[in-house]
């Protein structure tokens, strides 16, 4: 950042000037400097280009009188001060209003390199911000420089009272965040975060702190945006990495962290990304927060424990909670750096307690803490070597049993749920097989989770059952025996297999699944994938003779395609014994063997990728043929994606989200597919580095100065239309999500508003209709637009009633996630012609009673589909 800082001329003797009526007396030490008007007694400061400037509307800076911040020209005039020497050390500073940056480049407060720059840049006083709103706050940073609305602060000071709406920060900055970049010994207490946040830093990045010894408490970072670490370690939602120094014990209490996306490369959480020894969180909540990498350490709330640290007590992670959002579907704590380190975790709400960092695998288990047992070496060829330790768990009541192999972990277990460790440090690829063959006790009660794991044997299947109940799920079941299939089934065996992915040899002539007797049930539920099916592509087989039951539990096949009596056989080989489909309503259809299927009245398939860009490819690869796509930024907003879904219904082109300077894989498999691409939004949401990457491509880019902008123009695009529907794009997302798919289907623009105002320009001849309540969209604004309004109580009774105005009659139905959304927005062109319900934990699902219904993205909740 080139910036040219405003300077103060520090008088360090008495001089009295009678033409600017400043008198100007030392007190002491630089710091301890006062400067007055001899008129007003007010403070002043002699600014380069600005004469007789007042900083202050009044205060001493005293606790019991401070300094008071009146509008942005003194706090402009505080800040300069401060980034020319003067750190303010022992003085006290409050706002007296409310201040609007106004979205122009801040500089931030107390500027500077990090810790290398502490000692002579740091702001040291006391800020307390009156409960006011500081809002529109944008930094550009500079490579090393910490960042926020102060960049160095401490010590021994306090901050709070702070609410901060709306924040930019892009760059390399190193500690970053929304209130401080680089704290130390600073106490901050009662700050809010809202608004629409975008906080970038190349590293110890935070929703509120970037890196700090500190201790924060009754602080909430609730925005809808993004918090990302674009190369290294340390991001959390309130701060990035919580320092620890000797006899002081650092705090992270009573925070909440609600509505983000953090991206980080690895050591991050919902709360805490990394935190050093001695430090104690507590009583934090995180909800409907999405944590976001292809790879690496993340925690729920803490995402490493790390060993060092001037401190030599525990790490306390106690009454934590993780509410919903993909946080919730992770550990609480992910990673500890060393065998030395100790956490203490009481009442926690564990998902895992399987840990890996470094190249080295732990295991936390709740009878174990206070200590952490190394488990597992990754060596150079990044195999995971398990000969002396664990690879597998069965919980027993509230403890873990480990064992060196998941063949012991078989042997032993008579009914628990048996779990393979995988939580692998980022960047690991396994070459070789973790599980090999094994024969299952007899008659016994076995769930195994795979993880992704593989199953796998070079002679045999590499699964027997014989007389068991087994559960299996979410891995791969191999065997490169071209003699056998991957798992056999023998004497009366019940067996449930949910989203697996069967390999068997090149050469055979099996069925992945074979049943060497009759008696079997087996169960197929998820998603069901196979490689080299050389018998017509079967999954089961019955050997010799007798009866085998299949049953099918919301079953889909490799192509998303429904169990169904015209697909069935595909699953079951005809040629081979007596096998019978059952648990279906009545109906017709059949299938070889003797046996009968009667064709499921609705049926649920899922389109679901690892994360939103598979997602919004693999939907894409629904629509079928097309030479156009639309490229967003859901990180950014979703008003560039709402706005776009008239767009994607005129040129049947699929809406693809990608980063401001990255296209993830996936998508790009696709956009390599067409000719055309159309970029919505300006720079900032998508770069033209990124628009460089697709130069074989025509680019066509949409974008406005605003949101609102873009959402004209893409009107404007549209040419005529007789339908439109106006949105809030600030607060009113949600509501707004449910009418994407009709923009789609009728080709009608969907204008975004901030709620209350628009300069659109009303179009004759055509019909307006205001999406969500008065809240979200006032009266005035429906009066300007002669507009109807289809709004409910919330998001979900607002989308319920736009299915009974738009789909009414659909027989199919796609269903997305209520609280993040942009899962609705891929969906907008596939679903045109069905509608998309959103779901939540607690939604009423009513509508979704006799329906097919395609879901679309996962959740971290399951839907309850009516029967």
């Known amino acids: ?18 033409t600017m009526g400043v008198g100007y007396a030392q007190e002491g030490a630089e710091n301890d400097i006062k400067v007055t008007d001899k008129n007003t007694n007010q403070n002043v400061r002699e600014l380069d280009g600005i004469e007789s400037k007042q900083i202050f509307s009044a205060g001493e800076g005293s606790l019991e009188n401070p300094y008071v911040v009146s509008n942005l020209e003194e706090f402009k005039a505080f800040r ?6 003067n750190n303010y050390s022992g003085k006290y500073i409050k706002l007296g209003a409310d201040i609007d940056l106004n979205n122009e480049e801040w500089t931030p407060i107390g500027y500077g390199k990090w810790e290398q720059e502490f000692n002579s840049k740091a702001f ?18 500079d490579t090393d420089y910490s960042s926020g609305l102060f960049s160095l602060a401490g010590e021994n000071s306090y ?21 401080i970049g680089y704290g130390k010994n600073v106490n901050v207490d009662n700050i809010t975060v809202k608004g629409n946040i975008n906080i970038e830093g190349n590293s110890s990045t935070g929703g509120l702190i970037g890196y700090g010894h500190t201790n924060i408490n009754n602080c909430e970072v609730n925005a809808i945006g993004t918090i990302t670490n674009t190369v290294g370690h340390h991001t959390g939602g309130i701060i990035g990495y919580l320092a620890t120094r000797e006899t002081i014990i650092n705090t992270v209490r009573g925070n909440k962290v609600k509505n983000i996306v953090i991206n980080g490369k690895t050591w991050f959480g919902g709360v ?3 935190s050093d020894r001695g430090a104690e969180i507590k009583n934090n909540i995180v909800e409907n927060v999405d944590l976001n990498s292809t790879s690496g350490i993340k925690g729920g709330v803490l995402g490493v424990a790390n060993s060092t640290g001037g401190s030599t007590g525990n790490i306390k992670v106690l009454d934590c909670k993780v509410l ?44 174990m803490l206070g200590s952490n047992k190394k488990i597992a070496d990754i060596n150079e060829d990044k195999d995971l070597i398990v000969d002396e330790g664990t690879v597998a768990v069965i919980r027993e009541g509230d403890t873990y049993k480990e064992y060196s192999s998941m063949s012991d972990a078989i042997s032993e277990s008579s009914g628990e749920f048996i779990e393979i460790v995988d939580n692998i440090n980022e960047g690991l690829t396994i070459t070789k097989d973790v599980v090999k063959k094994r024969n299952l006790p007899i008659n016994s009660y076995i769930n195994i989770d795979l993880n992704g794991y593989t199953l796998s044997s070079s002679t045999g299947s590499a699964l027997n059952i014989s007389g068991s109940s087994v559960n299996i799920k979410g891995g791969t079941i191999s065997t490169s025996d071209s003699g056998v299939g991957a798992v056999t089934i023998s004497n009366d065996a019940n067996v449930r297999f949910r989203d697996i992915n069967f390999v068997i040899g090149d050469n055979s002539s099996e069925s992945p699944v074979q049943v060497s007797d009759g008696g079997a049930t087996v169960t197929v539920a998820g998603t069901i994938t196979s490689i080299n099916l050389k018998t017509g592509g079967y999954i089961i087989s019955n050997e010799n003779g007798g009866k085998v ?22 699953l079951i080989n005809e040629s081979k014994g007596n096998v019978e489909i059952v648990d279906k309503p009545s109906g017709g259809g059949s299938t070889g063997g003797g046996g009968s299927i009667s064709k499921p009245e609705y049926t649920h398939t899922q389109i679901i990728g690892k994360d939103r860009y598979e997602t919004a490819a693999l939907l894409a690869d629904k629509i079928g043929n ?44 696709r956009i390599e597919k067409a000719k055309n691409v159309y970029i919505i939004g300006g720079t900032e949401a998508i770069s033209k580095d990124l628009e460089n990457k697709l130069s074989d491509k025509k680019i066509t880019r949409i974008g406005g100065e605003t949101r609102f902008e873009t959402s004209q123009k893409i009107a404007e695009m549209m040419g005529n239309y007789t339908e439109a529907y106006i949105v809030n794009g600030l607060t009113g997302e949600a509501d707004a999500m449910s009418i994407s798919s009709v923009a789609a289907k009728k080709g009608a623009p969907i204008i975004v508003t901030d709620g209350k105002k628009s300069d659109h320009e009303k179009k004759s001849g055509t019909d307006y209709t205001v999406i969500g309540g008065e809240k979200a969209v006032t009266e005035a604004l429906e009066e300007k637009y002669s507009a109807d309004r289809i709004s409910g109580a919330n998001r979900y009774e607002t989308n319920r009633a736009v299915m009974d105005k738009f789909y009414s009659g659909a027989d199919t139905v796609y269903l997305a996630n209520g609280e993040t959304l942009v899962d609705a927005m891929s969906a907008s062109l596939i679903a045109k012609n069905s509608g998309v319900v959103l779901v939540s934990k607690n939604s009423d699902n009513s509508i979704l009673k006799s329906r097919n219904t395609v879901q679309v993205g996962g959740t971290s909740f399951t839907v309850n589909i009516p029967k």
């Open 272 to 274: 805490v990304g990394t």
């Open 124 to 141: 040291r006083g006391n800020f307390d911000g009156g409960n006011h709103t500081i809002k529109n706050l944008k930094i550009i940073t």
């Open 626 to 669: 097309y030479d156009t796509v639309i490229l967003v930024n859901s990180d950014k907003t979703m008003a560039d994606g709402l706005s776009a879904a008239s767009l994607a219904g005129k040129l049947n082109a699929p809406i693809l989200p990608v980063k401001q300077n990255k296209i993830p894989d996936s998508v790009m498999q």
């Open 1 to 18: 950042m080139n910036k040219k800082f405003l300077s103060t001329a520090i008088v360090a003797s008495m001089v009295t000037t009678s």
């Open 549 to 570: 039951t299949l049953k099918i539990e919301s079953g889909s096949k490799s192509d998303n395609k429904p169990v169904s009596p015209s697909n069935v056989g595909n």
């Open 80 to 85: 300069d001060d401060v980034n020319s020497g």
């Open 159 to 179: 901050m709070r009272n702070i609410n901060i709406e709306n924040v930019i920060i892009e760059g390399s900055g190193k500690a970053v965040g929304s209130l």
């Open 324 to 367: 919903s959002g993909t946080a919730k579907e992770l550990p609480i704590i992910s990673g500890v750096t060393s065998d030395s380190n100790y956490i203490s975790g009481d009442n926690l709400e564990f998902n895992e307690l399987d840990l890996a960092i470094k190249g080295e695998v732990y295991s936390l288990s709740s009878d």
